[in-house]
């Protein structure tokens, strides 16, 4: 995917003077564009003089009117559409095209004109013939948005906030300092649909599904884990359509290696979702084609972790640690899970014994027992003694008898 897709304008909203404000008052309203409502005092209308013969009212009143009409019909007022209805990301047409009818479908492949202003009136860049999938996420939220509501032929003006453009990070090309709006002048030359992925060559669909992969590590580092999983989720699609066109051994080896990257990458970003479940089966899916692979464990190590099932999430690393034993990263999240895993263990002995009533530990049963048995062996001394001595005292009767 090509970064110079991206350009933004900066929704300053003070394009227009106050004058201008009081003439488009209705068409503001329409565009759903945010606006101050003016007051009713603002109309700048003074008092009428008193009307000198009331007899002419009449031919005054008609000369007043001819007056106050402009023979020539007043230019239509440029409208802002507000896309997203908070004025982050604002639309004007500057060239109108073919009609409604004429609009670009999401999944289509556009064509495009792009300028990319910053709001200080730098050209960051200028790029035609950009081609990118509409709603595939390929460039930038504010382009994406903005292109699907333009008509083929259509010359477009589009305010961005920095949100909706590059957002913190610097981009290189085009050449936009982080954090900033930008002004893009947006002309729509084409739009026809995709290529079917069953009749795609391999070369072109391993370098299809490579751009998406790509793409979607560019959401993943600006934090926007949505639009990473959005991103990765389309190039699996491409790397599993089944193919009516030969395929080599080699090309088969490289959409799965293409295939394999998007699922760890998406698993990744699933994490930072707090999707546990989904990022799961995501690893589980890397493991099914590459057994021994170091990040599908690790990660699945860390969302048994983070489910609280440490026993299974310690086996799983250590496994990833016999493949990798110098891995520094492998041996600190071990570490962490056995110390927590002994912590659970505490925690749910304490909690058996508050469930039944805080017995005695074992230690002081123990000592209880041997009493027990050194007692009952003192009564069996004691009553062979007794045995022995009352024989012997028979024994001496009977001699004396």
């Not at 008052?25 to 209308?45: I, K, N, P, Q, V």
């Not at 699907?148 to 050449?175: F, I, R």
């Not at 998406?266 to 493991?287: E, F, G, N, P, T």
């Not at 304490?350 to 009564?379: F, I, V």
Request: net charge negative; hydrophobic share 35%.
């Amino acid at each position: 995917m090509d970064d110079k897709d991206e350009t933004l304008l900066n929704g300053s909203g003070d394009i227009q003077n106050s004058a201008e404000r009081k003439s488009s008052r209705t068409c503001l309203l329409d565009s759903g564009e945010d606006f101050e409502m003016l007051e009713d005092g603002d109309d700048e209308m003074g008092d009428l003089p008193p009307l000198e013969d009331t007899s002419n009212a009449k031919e005054q009143s008609r000369a007043n009117t001819e007056a106050a009409v402009d023979p020539s019909p007043s230019p239509p007022q440029e409208e802002w559409l507000d896309v997203l209805g908070n004025g982050q990301v604002r639309k004007k047409v500057l060239d109108a095209g073919a009609g409604p009818d004429s609009k670009p479908q999401r999944g289509q492949i556009v064509t495009i004109n792009l300028k990319t202003t910053l709001t200080d009136g730098t050209t960051a860049d200028e790029e035609s013939n950009l081609s990118f999938t509409l709603g595939d996420g390929d460039v930038i939220q504010a382009l994406d948005l903005t292109v699907q509501l333009m008509e083929m032929g259509e010359n477009a003006l589009v305010e961005a906030a920095a949100k909706y453009a590059y957002g913190a990070l610097v981009s290189s090309t085009p050449s936009v300092p982080p954090n900033a709006d930008l002004i893009l002048e947006v002309q729509l030359l084409s739009a026809t649909d995709a290529p079917d992925l069953e009749l795609l060559p391999p070369v072109e669909r391993i370098s299809l599904a490579s751009r998406k992969r790509e793409r979607g590590n560019v959401h993943y580092q600006r934090g926007d884990y949505a639009f990473a999983v959005n991103s990765y989720g389309i190039a699996l699609q491409i790397t599993e359509a089944s193919s009516r066109v030969d395929i080599s051994p080699q090309e088969e080896d490289e959409l799965l290696d293409v295939k394999v990257k998007c699922l760890n990458n998406m698993a990744a970003a699933q994490l930072k979702l707090d999707h546990y479940d989904a990022a799961l089966r995501s690893c589980v899916s890397v493991l099914a084609h590459q057994p021994d692979n170091i990040k599908a464990l690790f990660r699945q190590g860390k969302v048994l972790a983070l489910r609280g099932e440490y026993a299974d999430a310690i086996k799983i690393l250590k496994r990833a640690l016999k493949l990798e034993p110098s891995n520094k990263t492998i041996h600190a999240e071990l570490s962490k899970l056995v110390k927590k895993h002994s912590e659970q263990k505490g925690a749910e002995q304490a909690m058996y014994k508050k469930m039944l009533g805080n017995p005695p530990d074992s230690t002081g049963q123990k000592p209880r027992g041997k009493s027990s048995w050194s007692l009952s062996w003192k009564w069996l001394f004691g009553a062979t003694a007794v045995a022995i001595g009352g024989v012997a005292l028979s024994v001496v009767i009977a001699a004396r008898n």
